[in-house]
């Protein structure tokens, strides 16, 4: 599994290309502030993204999409929950491969796998599979949001 520690310059990179949202560095082996599952998965605290050098990427992307995806009222309430519903869940899982093609060292098929191994479910049994087969209705809501262009480019802006 690939952790924050190995791409560290590369996601805090494009992490702050989502302002508000700004990466924090959590001391290895301290609790991560805003974390829904437990150390080591990255945590949201609003205007926060908490990341240790053992932190997942796919968990750092993963959260990092979910603040893009939510509306501003909801950001601005956000504490560890980033909730939404089923198609935002959806949303947030492709936003967070297509930041994965951002980052050249990561990739979106060694961040399937990630994914995978974690314990991600879809419908046709993989995450490689669901994002290239299944994932039609999680891009037209990326699309309707202004968050990807219409060639599921990122438009590098939050959700208003």
Avoid: K
């Amino acid at each position: 599994m690939l952790h924050y520690r190995e791409h560290r310059d590369e996601i805090d990179a494009l992490l702050r290309q989502l302002q508000p949202l700004q990466p924090l560095r959590v001391e290895p082996g301290a609790a991560i502030p805003g974390s829904f599952w437990g150390a080591p998965e990255a945590g949201l605290i609003s205007p926060f993204i908490y990341l240790r050098d053992d932190t997942p990427v796919h968990s750092a992307l993963h959260e990092a999409a979910h603040f893009v995806c939510m509306d501003g009222a909801r950001r601005a309430a956000l504490h560890t929950d980033a909730g939404g519903d089923v198609a935002e869940e959806d949303a947030v899982c492709v936003l967070q491969v297509l930041m994965a093609e951002q980052l050249p060292r990561v990739g979106p098929e060694r961040l399937f796998a990630d994914m995978d191994a974690w314990g991600y479910s879809f419908r046709l049994g993989s995450t490689a599979a669901w994002f290239e087969q299944d994932a039609e209705e999680a891009r037209a809501w990326l699309r309707h949001h202004g968050l990807i262009d219409v060639n599921a480019r990122p438009t590098w802006r939050l959700r208003t």
